[in-house]
T-cell receptor, first 114, second 115 residues
């Protein structure tokens, strides 16, 4: 199983809503990532979890709150988002968190903030 | 600072023609280099990677890439393109951030394939 599974595939939320994105992998990977991809742009790193601990936060606004409940799951909690936060949110995992380790991506969650 | 440049925003080729997508990187040490492909509205699929050793690397779907340190390049090639290869292609460098894994992507090249 070399899959990273993200749910939901699509999400529309209002600016006062609270929602969560979910990511799951069963490859035994010990590093998990959130990337954000705006339309017609490359993905940009948001967070890195290493062995279930937050290791990198790329100066992401606090309205995005990551959580890693266990080694297979990664959540991204969303609250009070802005329309400019509309994007494709990609989860990825790698065997370990070291530089250059091959990352596997999920299909993404297409988020629209209205 | 680490960076990746993909000079071509759009490329159109005929089915069956050869393909070369360009990628240049800026990185202080020996880079970890990747090519990913993304179909519309989908996630990223790894085509191939370079860590060290042989500078010509083979990937999935018939793709290959050549690392040239003197030119700071990692160009992607395919001898005969299929219509299903139409997608967005991203070159990326595996840059360390505090020792942790961080991919820095180029802007991408959108490939269109004419029948």
């Amino acid at each position: 199983d070399t899959e990273v599974t993200q749910t939901p595939k699509h999400l529309v939320m209002g600016m006062t809503n609270k929602k969560s994105l979910k990511c799951e992998q069963h490859m035994g990977h010990r590093a998990m990532y959130w990337y954000k991809q705006k339309a017609k742009k490359p993905p940009e790193l948001m967070f890195v979890y290493s062995y279930e601990k937050l290791s990198i936060n790329e100066s992401v606004p606090s309205r995005f709150s990551p959580e890693c409940p266990n080694s297979s799951l990664l959540n991204l909690h969303l609250h009070a988002l802005q329309p400019e936060d509309s994007a494709l949110y990609l989860c990825a995992s790698s065997q370990d968190p070291r530089e250059g380790t091959e990352a596997f991506f999920g299909q993404g969650t297409r988020l629209t903030v209205v | 600072a680490q960076s990746v440049t993909q000079p071509d925003i759009h490329i159109t080729v005929s089915e069956g023609a050869s393909l070369e997508l360009r990628c240049n990187y800026s990185y202080g040490a020996t880079p970890y280099l990747f090519w990913y492909v993304q179909s519309p509205g989908q996630g990223l699929q790894l085509l191939l990677k370079y860590f060290s050793g042989d500078t010509l690397v083979q990937g999935i779907k018939g793709f290959e890439a050549e690392f040239k340190r003197s030119q700071s390049s990692f160009n992607l090639r395919k001898p005969s393109v299929h219509w299903s290869d139409a997608a967005e292609y991203f070159c990326a460098v595996g840059a360390g951030s505090g020792g942790y894994n961080k991919l820095i992507f180029g802007a991408g090249t959108r490939l269109a394939v004419h029948p």
